[in-house]
């Protein structure tokens, strides 16, 4: 698999390859030692995340004219999230191309959204600096469109938690809690991973870079998995 196939997908030629070879480098193939890499897509991550943040609020601030603060922000939060950047990485077959440490590699790193999420991230942040705002604001239109429109009609929900919690009350007094199962990656760019119990069981668990999208992840898997425990 090649750069240049990448490229295809994502309808954008990089004049400067580097940029995208650190872009799809993540830090755990760096770690290993492999020859003529040494820089990973950490630093890239943190300047696409910013990038998608302006381009998403710029575009519902312009296209939603009368609609208030509070509810753009709650709009740009369903778009702007793990699970989105997640889900336009498999869009774009992105996992294919990352180049993982074997460790990674051998426990399902590839299909791991937080470093799917991340690696998205590190393309869009390349771009910006390849090509400029015009190009990567027309490829994240572009392949987020989806995700926006489903947004904007109200296909997507980001609050599992009360949404699982109405149904498990429902069905009488509940213990429901969350637990942070563990912690990993440094002080700036941590993973959280959440347990969702109901009443003594795990019926759910999720990741994501703060303990609240961890914990609406694991209540998201909950609700996906509701018919096998208990509604």
Known sequence: MSDHEFEN????QFQDNNLLQTALTHSSFVNEGKPGHTFNNERLEFLGDAIFDAIISEYLFNRLESVEEGDLTKLRALVVCERSLAECANRVSLSRFIKLGKGEENTGGRTRGSILADAMEAVIGAMYLDGGW????DFVLRVFEPTIEDALSGKLHMDYKTEIQEKLQALGEADIRYVIEKEEGPD???????????????IGSGSGRSKKEAEQN??????????????
């Open 9 to 12: 997908i994502i309808q954008y």
């Open 134 to 137: 015009n190009s990567v604001k």
């Open 188 to 202: 700036h760019d941590k993973t959280f991973y959440s347990n969702l119990i109901f009443n003594a069981q795990i």
């Open 218 to 231: 694991a209540a998201k898997q909950a609700l996906e998995r509701g018919g096998k425990f208990v509604f």
